[in-house]
């Protein structure tokens, strides 16, 4: 199985779209808690408070996660994270 979530840093309002095979490292990692790149969005903002899953759905392959996580970063798809959000 195969995630794409979106992180919400809870400090800064902020969000993180990604995918991966394995959510729980993941956010240990956009969390400082597992190395990670010092280059990365999450890493940069990590003084900016916590990353907490904010939303996430499930594929068979990761070639449909990347399209979605693709989706998610369009126009529309930042839409969509804005609409949930204001929820």
């Known amino acids: 199985m195969y995630f794409v979530y979106v992180l919400k840093n809870n400090l800064t309002n ?3 779209t990604g995918q991966t ?3 729980e490292k993941r956010i240990d990692r956009h969390n400082g808690k597992l190395p990670n790149k010092l280059t990365s969005f999450t890493s940069k903002n990590k003084n900016n408070g916590k990353w907490e899953l904010f939303y996430k759905e499930i594929f068979n392959t990761r070639q449909e996660a990347i ?3 693709k989706e998610l970063k369009s126009y529309q ?4 994270i804005k609409n949930l959000i204001s929820r």
């Open 14 to 16: 902020k969000t993180y």
């Open 21 to 23: 095979d394995n959510i």
């Open 67 to 69: 399209i979605r996580e």
């Open 77 to 80: 798809g930042r839409l969509f």
